[in-house]
């Protein structure tokens, strides 16, 4: 994250390789596309036949994950998403002391010029935490920094009730008098961003974004780990299939469900993404704004589907927090929009819309 989170493997955040296929059952929805390995540098594979029916894929290591990509009608198209997806993971990035986010942070209180993306995810962000009754705030970061998930490091309560006060969307202020350099300020001096519950859902839209402006592409799967969004439609008319993850199965192979879309994107939270054990107890690294401590809930995966990837990524983390039961009705508040629950009980649940916006065919 965000995101946007080029990184290399051994960056303090490499435990996310575990969901390198993601929440999601990428290979079933990718096809072709492979993964690159070790390496920031896109691996590129082009087919020999039509473009057109026949895709370009491309993998690369950017915001903690493997990132892949398949793209019919222009064989150039995955090289432009892999530089794209550096220039994101360099802005975003909480934990490179050069990127707009950890220039923020560190500013106390200061106004800081940032990437005219950077403003815009930001404001982007804010509208969904104001839609979202504290269940989430990207000022997380003054606790999430706190946690080490890597080395399994669980901060003293003392420490997290200390950084809580400081956690509070609000203080962000974000001025694009200047559109070229935009400035955001946090008025709280103490408060940190944390864009890792919307970072790779923003820039799955911006790459779709920019395979219809600056390609010749008519279709395309991009996966960023556990975010997926597809753009167009296969040349075969078929609809893009995609499993979802059984988060009882370690090796992340297992699917418990396939769904059928059209163009939309998916993306899934798991409270098995990136946990530690420490004296029996297991912690996970979705944490509640309110408490700053994993969230208590009944779900155990959540998948979201939606034209926008960036609310999908959102919402993801919402209706975590929220629970099952009232995660269906706050779902239900957005068009075109649905979600897919495995509560800890093993009993899948899903919102009203998500039949009919699962089963194209």
Known sequence: MPDTHAPIISRRHALRLLTAAGALGVSAALGASGLAGCTTAPQ?????????????TSSTFAFDTYCTFTVYGDDAAPALLARACARYDALFDLYDSESDIARINAAAG???????????????????????????????????????????????DS???????????????????????????????????????IAKGYIADKLCELLRDETDATAAAISLGSNIAY???????????????????????????????????????????????????????????????????????????????????????????AGSEEGMHLVDAYDDTAAYFITSSGEIRTSSRWDELTSAS
């Open 159 to 197: 420490e997290i009730a200390h950084a809580l006060p400081h956690v509070d969307w609000t203080c962000v202020q974000v001025d694009e008098t200047d559109a070229n350099a935009p400035t955001v300020t946090l008025t709280d001096p103490a408060a940190k961003l944390d864009l890792g519950g």
């Open 44 to 56: 590129t594979t082009q087919d020999t036949g039509d473009t057109a029916t026949e895709p370009a």
């Open 231 to 321: 753009l167009g439609e296969k040349p075969d008319g078929s609809a893009w299939e995609t499993g979802i993850r059984d988060p009882n199965d370690p090796g992340g192979s297992r699917v418990v469900d396939t769904v059928s879309t059209r163009a939309c994107s998916l993306v899934t939270s798991g409270l098995y993404e990136r946990t530690f054990t420490l004296d029996d107890v297991t912690y996970w690294h979705i944490l509640d704004p309110a408490t700053g401590m994993p969230v208590v809930t009944d779900t155990v995966s959540v998948t979201v589907v939606s034209p926008s990837s960036t609310r999908a990524d959102a919402l993801s983390t919402m209706l975590f927090i």
């Open 110 to 156: 200061a106004p800081t010029t940032v990437d005219p993306a950077t403003a815009d995810i930001i404001k982007q962000a804010l509208t969904y935490c104001e839609e979202a009754d504290g269940r989430f705030d990207i000022t997380i970061g003054t606790v999430s920094t706190l946690w080490d998930f890597e080395a399994g490091v669980r901060p003293a």
